[in-house]
Every structure is written in structure tokens, then in C-alpha cells.
DNA sequence: TGTCCACTGGAAGGGAGGGCTT
DNA sequence: AAGCCCTCCCTTCCAGTGGACA
């Protein structure tokens, strides 16, 4: 009993965080740091729409983490307020191609967000659109539509079309118009679009460089200075965290995870002071959240690909091919007793395996050997095994994976 | 030098599961 | 309820392909 309150009474007490929320990756801060020509770029361009005219369409690149959906956010936001005040009618709409990652889901989204009324399933494509010029034709009001990670999009079937369609919408319109800003970190999207889409849509292009170590410091202190009591980062902590990340092309958005969960570590473990030793351990905690997630929730046969690459690769420490995998695949459905999908499949899987980062895989040729991907597991095999043996549907096939899996791993 | 392996990766299509309108 | 259309996961078919080997 005491025990539970004083677990609630430390919760009460703040000590390491004054707002957490400040570090979260969706926090729009009010100072962004090393960004500001990018923001006064992006706020010239959309100026025209406070006299009513259409602003250009933008194109933004840059890698993850550099800035470029909270500067569009941020600015997105000022235009809004800044047209309430003065009585233009301005709407910005921001969607994330990553998390809805079909043309439906993606115009559906722009659909809901302007008020019109659209489910989850069952419309067509054009049906949605049908929607959405209804109800935005004659409002009078421009339209600022974000299509963040737009290659995500662009890549899908059908996503060419979408944004072709959405690069037209104007001509549809009669008082209302819609400009549309498109944000990739992906470098080759630019040659794969369509090319009328790709001319619409960069009337305008800006390029966000990644941020450097001492960037990526001032980034941190600026919102560390929010989201912290104060005095309870130790010395170099920040630092720290903007060298680990500058390491990974100054991505800031991890640069702030890694503080925040640094700081989350800290308050768990009850410590009053943030330090290294939770830094590092944040590093490892991220990395090991974020495979649970991806594993925990791939379909069942991408689960028996992965049990099948822990065994053929002897619990993580060596490579295995795509056929090797396949066979110890096939062997796994056959023990379960359930279907088999084709080697075409089990090749499909491997490869979103390996954008997933849970493997890493090389395309080789040897020669008179076959052309296959060499791969091996890019993530914490104890972790991965422990994940996958949460999936009752894997049924005693885990037992076995396991005891290749302890034979190999008590051999090192 | 050409062959040929063991796949890769593109394309199209299907059918199960499900929601929409009428 | 019928008739559409959606997504997701999968299949079938097939045209490449890099380089060791004969």
C-alpha cells in the first residue's frame, strides 16, 4: 500500500522533467534554432496567400531529422494565425504519408481535415475527391496542403495518379484554391515522379542541409531549457547526445530522443541528475523499442522468416542467403502445419525486412553460384527471439528455434 | 568467351475481409 | 441485400543480372 503511493507521490514530485512533451518528436517548438533562412524562405513563399492568391508549390528536401516538418509546421501555423487576424481565409492541412501510407488514406485524410465527412474504407478514390472539391470549392479560402514523407506515396501504386489528380485539383475550384508542399528525405523520389507532377509541384524547391554537432547542441539546449528542471542535465550531457546523433547525419529528432529518454531513464531509476551512463543506455533502449515494435507486429510468415534467419545464422552471429532461409522457412510451416508462401514471397519479405533495419541484406552475385542476398540480423537476437515468443501463433516451433538458438549462442 | 545459376524485382491479378451507398 | 470499392497479403509469370566456371 505504502509502497504504491510512494511509487505516486514520486510521481507527483517533478524532478527531472518540467514538460516532458517539449522533447516529444511532434512538439512545434516556438524557436527553431540554424533554421531561420529556411523559415523566412518558406514564409515569403506562402505570404500571397493572406491577399488571397494562390502561393507557389514547394518542394522540400532534406535527410530525417533536419528540420524540415517542424519549420513547415511552425510556419504553417504562424500563416494561420496571422490570417485570423487579418480576416483572409487560410487553411493549412498536413498529412504524413508514412503512417497512411495509401493514396486512399492519404486524400481521406486531406478529406477529413478540410470537414468533409469520409470513412475509413469503402469509397473510391475518386469518390474522396468527389468529397473534398464539395465541400472546399466554394469557400473562398486557400488551402496550404503538407504531404509530409511524400515518397512514401509516390512509390505505392496508384500514388502517381493521386498526386497528379491533386496537382489539378485548382481547376476544379471555384473561389477556394490549394497549394500544395510536398517534404521527401528521400533523394531518388525526384527522378522516379511523374513528370508533370514533378514540375508542379517544384515551383519552388529548397534543400534542408543535415545539422552539425554544434547545431545540433544549440537545437538541444534550446528545448532542454523547456522540458527540464533546471540543473539536473550533468555537465556534458547535451553534448553527448548531439554527437551520438551528428553521427547519424545530424538527425535532430534523434538527438532529442535520446535526451528525452535519457531523462525518462533517470527519473525512473530515481536519480536526481541526468548522466552518461543513462545517455547510453537510452541509445540502447530506442534501438530495442523500436525492433519490438516492428517485429511484434509483422504478419505471421514474416515472423517464420525471421525465426528461420535467428536459426540458419546461428542465433545472429552468421550470414544466411535468401534460399537457406527459405528451406529452414519451409521446414517451420510444415512442423506448424500451415500454408507456405513462395520463395517470390519469402524474397518480398527479405527485402522489407531489410528497409525495416531488422536485417541488413546485400544483393550478391556469386557467379556461377546464383545471384541472392546475403543477410544477417541488424538487432539484439536475444531481444528478437524474446519478441517472436510472444506470438502464441508460433506455437512450439519457438522451442526449437530457441534450443538452435541457446546451442549456437552458448558456443561463443 | 559464353553459359548458367539462384535468385531479384517488376507487373498484374486474385480473393478474403470489410465498409460504403442505395 | 446487392453491388461497389477499399486494403492487405499473396500468387503467377517473367525478364533481368553479376560473375565463377568450363
Not at 522533447?23 to 506562402?46: K, M, N, Q, T
Not at 511524400?150 to 496508384?158: M, S, T, V
Request: charged share 30%; with cysteine; proline share 4%.
Amino acid at each position: 500500500m505504502d509502497l504504491v503511493r510512494d511509487v505516486f507521490a514520486s510521481a507527483l514530485k517533478p524532478r527531472i522533467f518540467r514538460d516532458r512533451e517539449k522533447l516529444l518528436p511532434d512538439y512545434v517548438p516556438g524557436f527553431l534554432p540554424h533554421r531561420e533562412s529556411e523559415i523566412r524562405r518558406v514564409a515569403s513563399i506562402l505570404a500571397p496567400a493572406l491577399r488571397g492568391e494562390k502561393p507557389s508549390n514547394i518542394f522540400i528536401y532534406g535527410l530525417t531529422g533536419t528540420g524540415k516538418t517542424a519549420v513547415v509546421r511552425y510556419v504553417l501555423s504562424k500563416l494561420e494565425v496571422t490570417a485570423r487576424e487579418a480576416g483572409a481565409r487560410v487553411k493549412g492541412v498536413y498529412v504524413n504519408a508514412r503512417y497512411r501510407d495509401t493514396p486512399y488514406r492519404i486524400i481521406a485524410d486531406i478529406g477529413e481535415a478540410v470537414g468533409a465527412r469520409i470513412p475509413f474504407t469503402g469509397l473510391s478514390v475518386g469518390e474522396v475527391f468527389g468529397r473534398i472539391l464539395k465541400v472546399i470549392s466554394d469557400t473562398k479560402t486557400i488551402y496550404v496542403v503538407v504531404l509530409d514523407e511524400i515518397d512514401f506515396l509516390a512509390r505505392k501504386r496508384g500514388g502517381d495518379d493521386v498526386l497528379y489528380k491533386l496537382t489539378r485539383i485548382n481547376s476544379e475550384l471555384r473561389t477556394s484554391r490549394i497549394s500544395l508542399i510536398g517534404v521527401t528525405n528521400s533523394a531518388d523520389l525526384v527522378e522516379s515522379l511523374d513528370p508533370r507532377v514533378k514540375s508542379s509541384l517544384g515551383e519552388v524547391e529548397l534543400v534542408f542541409p543535415p545539422y552539425n554537432a554544434e547545431q545540433l547542441k544549440d537545437i538541444l539546449e534550446a528545448r532542454a531549457r523547456e522540458a527540464f528542471q533546471p540543473g539536473v542535465l550533468e555537465e556534458d550531457i547535451i553534448p553527448l547526445c548531439a554527437a551520438l546523433a551528428a553521427r547519424e547525419h545530424g538527425d535532430a529528432r534523434r538527438a532529442l530522443d535520446l535526451l528525452r529518454v535519457a531523462g525518462e531513464i533517470a527519473e525512473r531509476s530515481g536519480s536526481s541528475k541526468v548522466t552518461r551512463d543513462h545517455v547510453y543506455m537510452a541509445r540502447e533502449e530506442i534501438e530495442r523499442d523500436r525492433v519490438v515494435d516492428v517485429v511484434r507486429t509483422l504478419p505471421l510468415h514474416s515472423k517464420l522468416v525471421l525465426a528461420s534467419i535467428l536459426m540458419v545464422t546461428g542465433g545472429g552471429s552468421g550470414y544466411a542467403t535468401t534460399g537457406e532461409v527459405y528451406e529452414r522457412y519451409r521446414y517451420l510451416t510444415l512442423k506448424l502445419g500451415i500454408e507456405t508462401v513462395t520463395l517470390r514471397r519469402v524474397s518480398g519479405i527479405l527485402a522489407e525486412l531489410d528497409m525495416l533495419g531488422v536485417i541488413t541484406g546485400r544483393v550478391v552475385s556469386r557467379g556461377r553460384y546464383g545471384k541472392t542476398r546475403v543477410l544477417e540480423l541488424a538487432l539484439d537476437p536475444q531481444v528478437l527471439y524474446k519478441t517472436l515468443s510472444e506470438d502464441i501463433a508460433l506455437g512450439d516451433i519457438i522451442d526449437e528455434v530457441g534450443r538452435e538458438f541457446g546451442k549456437r549462442s552458448s558456443m561463443r
